[in-house]
């Protein structure tokens, strides 16, 4: 069984002392395939050399998390657009909008994030997509961008079955982090992972946070790392009264295609 974690952050400086086991660990259970994501302008530089050093099983993204919008500067855009011409990226983002903590203001979010989906039509690259509770204005700068973008996906979906709707509407793909093995915070999301064609759906664990609460036994530590993501995979599965198997393949194969890693 083969699996790729399309989120996963491990440039976090939690990784520091056993990245390499992180890595080991992950394969162990048939994580054949991590996207590490650059979510500013160190670890957009982490997951570029992550991915050099370990060939076929790392890919990095660059981008800049709205969380840190203010942030953005031409050093991090000149890193994506280098990244992007030379293919060592396979996806721009983490990149979109987030109302829920408005660590930075809404029209620098705003700005910085129509900034970088142009970065993906230049290169022709997928996005890698955050949005919380700002749907109604992630769409519409979506939208506009759309036709001329390859792919996108919304990584860490947890919102309404609304906005699951009107995402896949679009042909979007989304991503499904360890939230949906949360019986408290996850209990709508696993009702409605069912609703995701076979065809769009990608898996992931955004180590180290959202830790499967399905763990068993219960892990020592709150750090979440790619080897769980076979729990993450067991709840969807479960949810969509599918086979473990079959949504490994699925979401495997969508991967590939979606990072444009057939050939890796």
């Known amino acids: 069984m083969q699996l790729t974690d399309i989120g996963a952050n491990l440039a976090h400086d939690?990784?520091?002392?056993?990245?390499?086991?992180?890595?080991?660990?992950?394969?162990?259970?048939?994580?054949?395939?991590?996207m590490i994501t650059g979510s500013?302008?160190?670890?957009?530089r982490a997951a570029i050399a992550m991915a050099?050093?370990?060939?076929?099983?790392?890919f990095?993204?660059?981008?800049?998390h709205p969380h840190q919008a203010s942030a953005w500067d031409t050093t991090l855009a000149t890193l994506m657009n280098q990244a992007g011409a030379t293919g060592d990226i396979v996806a721009v983002g983490e990149t979109g909008l987030d109302f829920f903590r408005d660590i930075s203001p809404r029209d620098v979010q705003e700005r910085v994030f129509e900034a970088q989906l142009d970065i993906a039509r230049?290169?022709?690259?997928p996005v890698f997509l955050h949005?919380?509770?700002?749907?109604?204005?992630?769409?519409?700068i979506l939208e506009d961008a759309l036709p001329d973008l390859t792919r996108a996906v919304v990584h860490c979906f947890t919102d309404t079955a609304a906005a699951l709707d009107a995402y896949l509407s679009l042909?979007?793909?989304?991503?499904?982090?360890?939230?949906i093995c949360d019986e408290r915070r996850g209990k709508e999301l696993y009702e409605i992972v069912d609703r995701i064609p076979d065809d769009r759906l990608m898996i992931e664990t955004d180590s180290p946070y959202l830790m499967p609460r399905t763990i068993r036994p219960k892990p020592k530590t709150r750090r979440n790392?790619?080897?769980?993501?076979?729990?993450?995979?067991?709840?969807?599965?479960s949810a969509r009264g599918q086979s473990i198997e079959h949504v490994a393949a699925i979401t495997h194969a969508n991967a590939a295609r979606f990072f444009g890693l057939e050939g890796a």
Request: glycine letters at 6%; hydrophobic letters at 40%.
């Open 52 to 58: 050099h050093e370990n060939p076929g099983h790392c």
């Open 122 to 125: 230049t290169h022709a690259l």
């Open 225 to 237: 790392e790619p080897a769980n993501l076979t729990w993450v995979l067991e709840s969807v599965a």
């Open 171 to 179: 042909d979007l793909y989304i991503g499904i982090t360890g939230w």
């Open 14 to 34: 939690s990784f520091d002392d056993d990245r390499s086991q992180v890595l080991e660990r992950a394969r162990a259970v048939g994580v054949e395939r991590l």
């Open 131 to 140: 949005q919380r509770d700002a749907h109604a204005r992630f769409l519409p």
């Open 60 to 64: 990095a993204t660059a981008g800049l």
């Open 40 to 44: 500013d302008l160190e670890s957009s």
